[in-house]
């Protein structure tokens, strides 16, 4: 019989996931924040869909709570799914679909993994346009008061 997971669990996972997303805000745009979970958007306004109506930002990542899990959004892989995938060796058991990442527990978020495929995510959004290119990809030790500064 499958365990549930507990609100308590819940918490720490989105805690865990949220403290890696906001570190890339900005140059990335916190479209929504509550305790259930975060979504991140490009910088800059695009065209999106069949009528190619302007967005805002484009999707980029969200964590949300669902009843069984917490699951990780992770948008850039749906472009190039092969780019991510090495970056995220021991996170792939947790994969569902082509960029939904389920998560149970809190041990099973791999933080250097989700870290570098968010990091190599900022700089695909970059290079596709979706972000103005005056921000340049986040280095490995940016410390948290440089990220507040934007001085990376």
Known sequence: MKMSITLETKKEIVAKLSKLLVKYS?????SSKNADGITLIG???VPY???KQL???MFFVSVVTNK???SFHFFPMYYNEKTYLPLAPNSLKYLKGKTCFNF????QVD??????MLKRGV???VKNGYMHNRFISIKQNTTDSQIKNNLF
């Open 49 to 51: 869909g069949s009528k």
């Open 123 to 125: 700089e695909a959004w």
């Open 104 to 107: 149970t527990t809190a041990d």
């Open 26 to 30: 900005p140059p990335m745009v916190i």
């Open 68 to 70: 069984t899990m917490v």
């Open 43 to 45: 910088n800059k306004q």
């Open 111 to 116: 933080e250097m993994e989700m870290d570098a």
């Open 55 to 57: 967005v805002p930002g």
